[in-house]
Nanobody, 120 residues
Framework: VQLQASGGGLVQPGGSLRLSCAAS????????MAWYRQPPGKQRELVAS???????DYADSVKGRFTISRDNAKNTVFLQMNSLEPEDTAVYYC???????????????WGQGTQVTVSS
């Protein structure tokens, strides 16, 4: 399974960006997908996650501004980011938990990261 993330860039404070992350491969099913971020000089942190049953969690710092969604048919997760702040500047990574058909072991995969810079 491979993850391909896209949608990062430079945006002014108050602006919006939409990140996408598509999982590709064969004979697998996604259990959950999530977005993490790593600000400069800081540790990676969870931004938002969405489970197979549609359960969603957000970091307190992004509640009300970010929305995570998922297209199960395309194994793709999105992160709509509104009202962006300079503190949202980070490399954003998508994460997927999945298993292969007929197997019980759960794998974890990280995407390559996409830079989001919020600056005037």
């Amino acid at each position: 399974v491979q993850l391909q993330a896209s949608g990062g860039g430079l945006v002014q404070p108050g602006g919006s960006l939409r990140l996408s992350c598509a999982a590709s491969g064969s004979s697998f099913s996604i259990i959950a997908m999530a977005w993490y971020r790593q600000p400069p000089g800081k540790q990676r942190e969870l931004v938002a996650s969405i489970g197979g049953g549609g359960s969603i969690d957000y970091a307190d710092s992004v509640k009300g501004r970010f929305t995570i969604s998922r297209d199960n048919a395309k194994n793709t997760v999105f992160l709509q980011m509104n009202s962006l702040e300079p503190e949202d500047t980070a490399v954003y990574y998508c994460n997927a938990q999945y298993r292969y058909y007929g197997a019980s072991y759960v794998y974890t995969k990280w995407g390559q990261g996409t830079q989001v810079t919020v600056s005037s």
